[in-house]
């Protein structure tokens, strides 16, 4: 091979000697038979330029008619040979129904740089390595003998036509089936080594040429959804994709490229970046898939499927991320086992699916949950059957504490699981017990279940969180929150959640520090209702401010505060100020189209009415609440308040209602019944009935019921049962009920209940003979009420009765 005076073309890894026919990669020769080597020498020779098809029948095959599947095969195999698996387009690429253009950079060298053999002896035979090596030496040999069978038996003059066919067909799938063993061993060769399930995947964009906006973004979302039913793929997650964008300097919308895609797995320390494109062919489509190395940069496998039309490109996606599965490593019976097709795991039209689409970026980007209804909506009207489309409106429904119409969404959804996929079944299952029947403890098992099946998944954690907070499992639910945030470090509403859960927990400061963090990071996570909790907590007036103005005007979260506002002024006596925050948060709710928690505010007034002893309004208050919307957490509110204002049938109907209504819902059990009935026998004189009533809400009495961030309705038990104490004249129990109110200020925080603890506190201390301390508590709620309405019932009450202990 030391010959002088010849030139080698030089293309990536290859070297291709002109004079000899002869093909190397990095050194080591690559088995080519004769035509491959012309079709490939033609090819180079032209680099950048269109190759006409007939112009390669021509050249490569003089005065023998070659149909036009032998020349894609050859072509096919030539691609195969250079490492280049169906759709790549480093080397050779199709131009549809013309022909062919070699697209790799290709240079002249000097022969005395070309790859030296084993041998210094012109003809030695280089020995292969190993047995694979040979046997692929040997298949090439093969094939290449295959190859001129063909040529020489397409069109021989001397045999007839009938002949003639038989042959050619005999002969072509053989030299197929010799060329699909040598790709396959060739892939062996250079890609023994596979993923195995602790490495993760990026997923790109698909590159769209196409002209049909429709696919921007959709099929990136269903190719996401396909591979995310695999057990053993672990794809990298958006928000993770997200938080990488943004310290590279680039937006979380930015389109994730080939380069881009490369660099996001080398910083989150990936194995293989997957890009996709699609590109119109006539009415047909031609959907691709690579698999990139992310450190060497190299193809990994590719896979290549074509559409019929529009209506079959999600059908071809679906096959599209099967093939790349068993590609990638995974087992041929986990692919099949987990392979639910993607039209029925989402929704046969592309339309419905770019609103579907739309909408989930619209949360994990923005955080808006209301914003995103509208793409669901849209989505379910183009597909009423696409049932995650229901799971996503009763997701984002249930966020913005609307969980009538989030159980409803869900109720639909549920009905329509068998269709989806085990990751999506498993979630739907999971949200319809928590958000339809309200049974957390199915709820709970469903969503652990999904965290040991699918452990990279951020959604049942979150879930977990919120059901074990609802249970007053407040540590737990901290590691729960932890983990999801850990799992999706940009997506902003589980900041609010795990800061809302320090707070709970009576850890403010770590509360105001994820606050910090996500607001460092550039997130919005519209904690705004949590940082007004902490300014309460820490009686920084000046901050609850701050949160009231950063929200006002701001559609979806000013009704939250002005909700809260109108608590804090409730909870220093100012009655008409938190009736005037309350009309003011009712009407900003409706404004954002929040019908059910506009009625929940209105609830509360009658609530805080009762408590403070106008029961004339508090069943006004109550009337116009059901009037405006039904829901569990409503419901039970307005019979609270009847209850409270001496209307015993009215708040007995209501709690028959909500128990015929919500048989297995937790909260309604353990909790909202218990106090409602609790609360009717003390309005019969019936205390110690009272108190049997109250005992199944002990292991659940500190947990969180409401379903909103308003957390209006904590502790109920524990006032109610404080309350038979005293009416059973049982003053030290009663004292340790109210002091357990005290006690938890994350939780009890503004609500009414919390200023008059220290009220009962003193009625608990003076029936127990304990004046000086019965002294101490009246000082401190008269203290706290220094500046109350004076025309407030219970204000009169307490200021006569500590009057008497003078």
Same mark, same amino acid.
């Given at each position: ?50 190759? &006409?098809?007939?112009?390669?029948? #021509?050249?490569?095959? $003089?005065?023998?008619?070659? #149909?036009?599947?032998?020349?894609? #095969? @050859? ?86 036509? %009938? ?9 072509? *799938? ?15 060769? =250079? ?16 590159? @769209? ?41 680039? #937006? ?5 490229? $080939?380069?881009?895609? =490369? ?15 699609? *590109? ?60 639910? $097709? ?59 504490? &609307? ?27 999971? !949200? ?15 969503? &652990? ?57 009576? =850890? ?50 000013? !009704? ?123 309005? =019969? ?7 049997? *009533?109250?005992?199944?809400? *002990? ?24 309350? %038979? ?24 925080? @503004? ?38 309405? $004076? ?16």
């Amino acid at each position: 091979m030391n010959q002088q005076g010849k030139d080698l073309y030089a293309f990536g890894p290859f070297r291709l000697d002109p004079a000899e026919r002869l093909l190397w990669r990095e050194g080591i020769p690559v088995p080519l038979s004769p035509k491959l080597a012309d079709t490939l020498l033609l090819l180079v020779r032209r680099p950048g330029h269109l190759v &006409e098809r007939d112009e390669l029948i #021509k050249q490569v095959w $003089p005065n023998t008619f070659v #149909k036009d599947g032998n020349l894609n #095969k @050859n072509i096919s195999v030539l691609r195969k040979t250079l490492g280049q698996w169906d759709g790549g387009r480093e080397y050779i690429e199709t131009v549809a129904k013309r022909g062919y253009r070699f697209v790799a950079a290709v240079t002249l060298e000097d022969i005395g740089a070309a790859p030296q053999l084993a041998s210094e002896e012109p003809d030695a035979i280089v020995q292969p390595n190993n047995a694979l090596d040979k046997e692929v030496e040997l298949l090439a040999a093969h094939e290449a003998k295959l190859q001129v069978q063909v040529e020489e038996t397409i069109s021989p003059s001397w045999l007839g036509p %009938a002949s003639n066919r038989k042959i050619a067909v005999f002969v072509a *799938i053989a030299a197929t089936v010799a060329a699909a063993l040598l790709g396959s061993l060739f892939w062996r060769s =250079r890609h023994a080594q596979v993923l195995t399930n602790k490495e993760t995947i990026v997923l790109g964009d698909f590159a @769209n040429s196409t002209g049909e906006e429709v696919f921007n973004g959709t099929l990136r979302q269903g190719m996401s959804i396909q591979l995310q039913q695999s057990p053993f793929l672990k794809l990298v997650s958006d928000e993770e994709i997200h938080r990488t964008l943004h310290m590279m300097g680039q #937006k979380t919308n930015t389109q994730i490229t $080939p380069e881009i895609a =490369r660099e996001v797995c080398l910083r989150t320390n990936g194995a293989v970046a997957l890009d996709g494109s699609i *590109i119109a062919i006539g009415t047909r489509y031609e959907l691709i898939l690579r698999a990139v190395d992310c450190v060497r940069g190299e193809l990994l496998s590719s896979a290549e499927v074509q559409a019929k039309g529009k209506n079959d490109v999600l059908d071809a996606l679906g096959r599209l991320a099967s093939e790349i599965r068993g590609k990638l490593g995974e087992s041929f019976t986990s692919v099949q086992r987990h392979d639910t $097709p993607l039209v029925q795991v989402t929704t046969p039209s592309l339309e419905a699916l770019q609103y579907y689409n739309l909408g989930l970026n619209i949360q994990s980007q923005t955080g808006d949950f209301a914003g995103s209804l509208l793409s669901f909506q849209r989505a379910i009207k183009l597909d009423p059957n696409f049932a995650m489309a229901y799971w996503a409106m009763s997701d984002a429904y249930s966020t913005i504490g &609307e969980t009538a119409s989030s159980a409803e969404y869900i109720r639909k959804a549920f009905a329509l699981r068998l269709q989806v996929g085990e990751p999506e079944q498993s979630i739907i299952e999971g !949200d319809y017990y928590f958000y339809r029947l309200g049974n957390l403890m199915k709820a709970q098992r469903s969503f &652990e279940l999904h965290t040991k099946m699918y452990p990279d998944a951020q959604y049942p954690h979150i879930l977990l969180a919120s059901i074990l907070m609802m249970l007053g499992r407040y540590e737990a639910a901290l590691n729960e929150s932890r983990e999801a945030l850990r799992l999706a470090p940009l997506f902003t509403p589980f900041y609010r959640i795990l800061a809302l859960n320090y707070l709970l927990s009576d =850890r403010v400061e770590d509360a105001l520090r994820v606050a910090n963090d996500a607001h460092a990071k550039g997130l919005d996570p519209d904690v705004g209702a949590v940082l007004y909790g902490i300014a309460f907590y820490r009686d920084d007036t000046a901050g609850m401010s701050r949160e009231m103005a950063n929200a006002t005007g701001k559609l979806g979260k000013e !009704d939250l505060l002005l909700a809260m506002q109108a608590d804090t002024a409730a909870y220093f006596g100012h009655l008409d100020n938190a009736q005037d925050f309350c009309r003011r948060a009712i009407l900003a709710a409706e404004r954002a189209g929040e019908k059910e928690t506009a009625a929940g505010y209105s609830a509360t007034c009658a609530l805080r009415e009762a408590l403070f002893g106008d029961k004339y309004k508090a069943r006004l208050l109550a009337t116009m609440a059901r009037q405006r919307a039904n829901g569990r957490d409503m419901d039970y509110g307005v019979a609270l308040a009847l209850a409270y204002a001496g209307e015993v049938n009215r708040a007995q109907a209501l709690a028959n209602d909500l128990a015929k209504s919500y048989p297995e819902d937790t909260i309604v059990r353990f909790n909202y019944l218990p106090t409602i009935r609790a609360k009717l026998a003390l309005e =019969r004189s019936s205390p110690q009935q009272a108190l049997d *009533i109250l005992a199944v809400a *002990i292991p659940y009495e500190l947990g969180l019921p409401a379903y909103s961030f308003y957390n209006w309705g904590d502790l109920y038990p524990i006032y109610v049962r404080g309350e %038979a104490y005293l009416a059973a004249h049982q003053g030290v129990k009663a004292a340790a009920e109210f002091q357990k109110l005290l006690d938890h200020r994350g939780l009890v925080l @503004n609500e009414p209940i919390g200023a008059l603890a220290h009220l009962e506190l003193a009625r608990a201390y003076s029936i127990s003979g304990n004046t000086s301390k019965a002294k101490a508590a009246y000082q401190e709620f008269l203290t706290l009420w220094k500046e109350a309405d $004076p025309d407030i019932p219970i204000y009169r009450e307490a200021k006569a009765e500590y009057a008497k202990l003078q």
